[in-house]
Structures are given as C-alpha cells and as structure tokens.
C-alpha cells in the first residue's frame, strides 16, 4: 500500500504545489509529507516553480529561509536542555542576561518568553537605530537591551506574540548552555535528529559551505537597508543585525529536515520515542491562555480559519514563518505537513499564500484518507 499511497500523495502535492506557482502565491516551493504505517515514517517531497522568475526550477533539496520556523526549534532546544538538568525554565531572564536589566524583558523568566508571556512588542525595528556596526558584540548588546524595553502596547493579559521575547530567549537558552545559539540548536536537535546537513543557520556556516547555501536558496526580498537581493541570509533585519543567529530567526532548512524535526515531537507526544520527554512536550502545548492558540514555541490550530486547513485534527500544532513557511503535526492522524515558499519574492505584499495553505493542506490530507 505505502507504494500506492507515496504515487498518489505525491501526483495531488504536485498539483497543488503548481497550481500555487500558477496562481502567484509564490515563486516556486517544496512541500513534504510525512505519515506513519506501523512503526515505519514515509516521507514525500514535492517541488515545484523556480527560485526566481528566471532561474532554475526549485529541487526537492532547495533550502529556504526558515523564519519564525527557527522558533518551536530553539524552544525544542530549550526543553531538551531542561530534561538534561542543564537549564532551568522559571530563571529569570535579567540573572543570565545582564544586558537585559530594567526592561519589561529582564523581569520575564525564560518561560514567559517562550510562551510569549513576557509583555513585549510583537517587533521593532531595532536594525533601523544600532549605533553599532551589525553582528559585532556591542550590537548585540543593544539590540538585547533595547529589546528588553519594548513592552506590548495591545490591550488585554495572556500571551502576545513577540519576536523580540524569542530574540532574548535565545541569548538566553545560550549563555546557559555556555556556548553560541547556533551550536547549541545542532548539538541539541539536528545532530540527535541527522538533519544537522538539512536545518542550520546559515550566518554560521563555514564560508565555503556558506557560499553554496547562497547559490542555492531561494532568494527572499529586495532589502533596501542592505541594499541588496537577500540571499542565503536571514530575511528578518533584527536578525541580520544581531549577526544573523537568533532564537527568533535565522535558521535555513530543506522541507525533509524540517519534516523530521516535525516527526519527532511528534513522536515524543505519542510516547514513540525519548528524543523530549513526554511530559516536556506536553507543557509545551498546554494553552496559557483560553482564548489563545499561543503555546511554547508553538501555535495550536484555530477552531476557524486555520492555514492548517479543516482535516487536519483539533490537537494539531505547528508554526508558520513569514518569508512563506509552515510545519503543522496532527497527533490525531499520525501527520507531519511541511510547506516552504519564497512567498516575499519580489515583495512582502503577496499574500497569496493566506489562501493557498489551508486548500493545500486539506487536499493532501484527503489523498491520505484523513
């Protein structure tokens, strides 16, 4: 049957898939689905479109800039860290980050930022005003403490999402580790999970290795405070300035790494594996709030209007990325759905994709018999 199965997932992913590109949702895409039969993980991946309008056609293995994707990661990181006695979830932010003193952000133990429970600004422009050359320490000390001094301006309690929390908490998670973000997310997901070749921060890669992510991945937007085409480098410009390696973004990815990354969360769930403890995961995705989807490192699907699309289950919880990137895991029907786009090429204002992803979704979800 998985023969069977892979031939018609794959014939309906594709069609979709082109069906995006021809309906300018995005460039070009890689999709890859995941499911169980018996003990057994399949995965398949569907490319379609190109990287640009007049480039070559996206391949299976094309890696794209993860964005906000970098988030449930790192918060994955986090948790594995604290199942090792090596980190601690209710330290407050301000005694491991000293630049953080006297914000909203350094009061915040790391799991209020986490669960985006910190009280800060969704975003700033921070990039816009560092009195610092980018990536140097003395920028990521400002941005840190400036950061830590956005508090949230939306009215009401509960979690507000907020890039700036995840900034911190990866400074965080990363002097508690006592080494760099970008070592600590590969010792502690990629390198467990064989995808440390598949899912990595790019601004950290050796300058070869560097170099062909750049010939290969799919280019983003045209950055006027860079004054280039960014590519194989982090879209998001507080991450750029903060040197490109963040808990908020900057990692890269293939749509097979993130697949089973996916899977195995979702396998620690279902008890399946000890990769996180079951007992981890499950705080993780406990609602801090009722009338929140908001979780730890994760978003759980909407009653209504979900991109997750109608037949994926009700405990679904997945992440989406603004550059045009999702992951949903349905622990209902055993699935990892994977969708990475360059939905911001040429430009952030297409936002096709909003309509693409639940129709995508639900149309493979239906070949599977979900």
């Not at 965080?172 to 973000?181: E, Q």
């Not at 936002?351 to 979800?365: A, L, N, S, W």
């Given at each position: ?13 594709k ?14 895409g ?42 449930p ?18 330290a407050?932010?301000d ?217 994926m ?23 990892v ?16 994709i ?17």
């Amino acid at each position: 049957m998985s023969d069977e199965l892979k031939q018609r997932v794959q014939r309906e992913a594709k069609r979709l898939m082109d069906a995006g590109v021809a309906g300018q949702a995005f460039p070009g895409g890689v999709a890859c689905v995941g499911w169980m039969e018996g003990d057994q993980p399949h995965y398949v991946e569907v490319a379609a479109g190109r990287l640009r309008a007049d480039e070559a056609a996206v391949k299976p293995n094309t890696p794209y800039d993860l964005a906000s994707l970098t988030k449930p990661v790192v918060a994955t990181a986090a948790l594995r860290l604290v199942a090792a006695g090596k980190l601690a979830l209710d330290a407050r932010t301000d005694t491991i980050v000293t630049d953080v003193r006297g914000g909203v952000g350094g009061a915040a133990t790391l799991e209020k930022l986490l669960r985006h429970e910190a009280g800060l600004a969704p975003w700033g422009g921070l990039y816009l005003d560092v009195p610092h050359d980018p990536g140097t320490p003395a920028a990521r000390r400002w941005i840190l403490s400036e950061a830590s001094r956005r508090p949230n301006e939306e009215p009401g309690a509960g979690p507000h999402y907020s890039d700036l929390g995840y900034l911190i908490a990866g400074e965080v998670i990363a002097r508690s580790a006592g080494d760099k973000l970008d070592k600590v997310v590969s010792r502690e997901v990629c390198e467990p999970l064989g995808i440390a070749h598949e899912v990595y921060y790019a601004a950290a890669l050796p300058p070869d290795r560097r170099a062909q992510v750049i010939r290969e991945a799919a280019p983003t937007e045209w950055c006027e405070w860079r004054g280039r085409l960014v590519r194989g480098e982090v879209h998001d410009e507080n991450c750029a300035a903060f040197g490109g390696v963040a808990g908020s973004a900057g990692l890269f990815g293939t749509a097979h790494g993130v697949a089973v990354f996916g899977r195995a969360v979702l396998d620690s769930l279902l008890g399946r594996t000890e990769f996180l403890p079951r007992h981890l995961i499950e705080r993780a995705l406990e609602p801090s709030d009722r009338g929140s989807t908001v979780r730890m490192g994760w978003d759980q699907k909407s009653p209504e209007g979900s991109s997750a699309g109608r037949r994926m289950g009700s405990r679904t919880f997945g992440h989406l990325g603004f550059t045009g990137t999702s992951l949903w895991c349905d622990p209902d029907s055993d699935v990892v759905i994977v969708l990475l786009t360059n939905r911001v090429h040429p430009s952030r204002a297409n936002e096709r994709i909003k309509g693409f992803r639940p129709g995508f979704h639900d149309g493979v979800m239906s070949v599977l018999g979900k």
